[in-house]
């Protein structure tokens, strides 16, 4: 199995996860021309997508799904809370799942977990595939037994390092977004998800990718320095995954 990103934050998310020959795209917060450039760049044509799968309907998630599928007529998978949040629910095919229940895209099985966000009804995914998991989790406000237990024993994590408390504190947003981005529904700290690292096992791990890092409330250098902390090492595959950039596909061994 095999992952990229094809940029992250709140500008725009999107990750590319691959094993065999099936594709799937997981959010697409990009405009139809911007997507295209971006799985291109990742060498993926948008027609080879065997779906988009999307974790919930904030504009940075859900923005470019529509035009993306309707276009290459490419199947959408989302909760039934999501879809009843989604403001442009015309694609060719849906399907609605279960955030308690596995499925299969392809020749990947999705686990699917809930997480604590302001969205109608969120869900993050562990990815199972050749004997290897991909956990990916971002858009959470706090952490529950379940999503430490899903994302225990992992082989590669995405990680949501959203903000630096200081920065959040003493930074450009006023009262009342600092109190939503720091909320129980909002997103993940620093120093919540360097503590969920210590939580679970992490004897498998061999890629550690921090994502939707905030551009007001942090700094690549403060995240990785938590996380490096937490699991008391600076290997090489711990990263950044950039809002511009994304970050270049990673192989699971
Ligand atoms: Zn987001
Ligand atoms: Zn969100």
Known sequence: ??????????????????????????????????????????????????????????????????????????????????????????????????????????????????????????????????????????????????MRECLSGCDALMLEFNYDVEMLRNGPYTAKLQKRVGGEFGHLSNMQAAELLTQIDRSKLQHLVLTHLSEKNNTPGLALSAAAQAIDDAPSWLVCAHQARGLEWREIL
């Open 1 to 146: 199995m095999r992952f990229a990103s094809l940029g992250s934050g709140s500008r725009g998310n999107g990750t590319l996860v691959e094993y065999g020959s099936t594709r799937i795209l997981i959010d697409c917060g990009f405009f139809l021309r911007e997507a295209e450039t971006r799985l291109r760049r990742f060498g993926v044509e948008p027609e080879t997508l065997s779906g988009i799968l999307v974790t919930h309907e904030h504009h940075d998630h859900i923005g470019g799904v529509s035009r993306l599928s309707r276009k290459f007529k490419i199947p959408v998978w989302m909760t039934n809370g999501t879809h009843a949040g989604w403001d442009d629910p015309h694609v060719p095919v849906l399907t609605r799942f279960n955030p308690n229940e596995p499925f299969t895209v392809g020749e990947i099985e999705v686990q699917p977990f809930s997480v604590p966000h302001d969205a109608r009804e969120p869900s993050h995914f562990v990815f199972i595939a050749g004997g290897s998991r991909l956990g990916m989790v971002s858009d959470a406000g706090s952490v529950t037994p379940f």
